[in-house]
Antibody
Framework: EVQLVESGGGLVQPGRSLKLSCVAS????????MNWIRQAPGKGLEWVAY????????YYAETVKGRFTISRDNAKNTLYLQMTSLRSEDTALYYC??????????WGQGVMVTVSS | DIVMTQAPLSVSVTPGESASISCRSS???????????VYWYLQKPGKSPQLLIY???NLASGVPDRFSGSGSETDFTLKISRVEAEDVGIYYC?????????FGGGTKLELK
C-alpha cells in the first residue's frame, strides 16, 4: 500500500524557517517525481514545487521561488521542503504528492503550517 | 500561467441523478503527442484529494465507472452518473501540461 506521511509542520513566526518531511512507503520512491501542494484554510489547491526522481529537474511556483527548497533523499525514501522567510500567506496544509504518468495519484494526509506572530 | 476555470461553484444533486462539472483552460492542454493533460480530483470532506480522471478521459484505479471525463483542447467536463452519498465533496480540475501546475477553483457537490 502506498503511503506518504508528512511531518514537521507547526506554528512559526513570520520571517522564520521550517522544514517539512515526507516519508514514502509501499512503492519504489526513487522511480517517481514528487510534488508539494498546499491548501490554505478554506481555499483551493496550489502547487508549490516539483522534483524529478533523480533530482535533476526542480520547479517552483513563483510565490515561493527563492524562499523554498525542495529536495529528496532516495536512500531514506524521504521528500523535503525547506521553507525560509515564511509569510502569513504561506499558512496552509501542505501535501506531499506522487507524480506519475497518470498524474498526481497519491496524496499524503497533509501537514499544517501556520505562520503567525 | 494556465488558468483553469470551473463552473458551477456548487451543484446540488438528488441521489441517483447525474451531475456535470465544467472546466475551461486558458490555453490548449492538447500536447503534440496527442495527450490532453487535464485531470480531475475529488476532495471528500476532511480528506486529502484523490485522483479520479487522468489525461482527460481515463478512469483512475479504483474509481467507479459512474465517473467519466470528456472534452476538447480547452473545454472539459466531468460527469457523474447516478450520484451517491459518497460522491459529496469538492471537485477540482488541474493541468500538468506545463509549469506551474495549476488547478481550478473547485466545485462543491452536495446532495439534495
Amino acid at each position: 500500500e502506498v503511503q506518504l506521511v508528512e511531518s514537521g509542520g507547526g506554528l512559526v513566526q513570520p520571517g522564520r524557517s521550517l522544514k517539512l518531511s515526507c516519508v514514502a512507503s509501499g512503492f519504489t520512491f526513487s522511480n517517481y517525481g514528487m510534488n508539494w501542494i498546499r491548501q490554505a484554510p478554506g481555499k483551493g489547491l496550489e502547487w508549490v514545487a516539483y522534483i524529478s526522481s533523480g533530482s535533476s529537474y526542480i520547479y517552483y511556483a513563483e510565490t515561493v521561488k527563492g524562499r523554498f527548497t525542495i529536495s529528496r533523499d532516495n536512500a531514506k525514501n524521504t521528500l523535503y521542503l525547506q521553507m525560509t522567510s515564511l509569510r502569513s500567506e504561506d499558512t496552509a496544509l501542505y501535501y506531499c504528492v506522487r507524480h506519475t504518468a497518470r498524474g498526481l495519484d497519491y496524496w499524503g494526509q497533509g501537514v499544517m503550517v501556520t505562520v503567525s506572530s | 500561467d494556465i488558468v483553469m476555470t470551473q463552473a458551477p461553484l456548487s451543484v446540488s444533486v438528488t441521489p441517483g441523478e447525474s451531475a456535470s462539472i465544467s472546466c475551461r483552460s486558458s490555453k490548449s492542454l492538447l500536447h503534440s503527442n496527442g495527450i490532453t493533460y487535464v485531470y480531475w480530483y475529488l476532495q471528500k470532506p476532511g480528506k486529502s484529494p484523490q485522483l479520479l480522471i487522468y489525461r482527460m478521459s481515463n478512469l483512475a484505479s479504483g474509481v467507479p465507472d459512474r465517473f467519466s471525463g470528456s472534452g476538447s483542447e480547452t473545454d472539459f467536463t466531468l460527469k457523474i452518473s447516478r450520484v451517491e452519498a459518497e460522491d459529496v465533496g469538492i471537485y477540482y480540475c488541474g493541468q500538468l501540461l506545463e509549469n506551474p501546475r495549476t488547478f481550478g477553483g473547485g466545485t462543491k457537490l452536495e446532495l439534495k
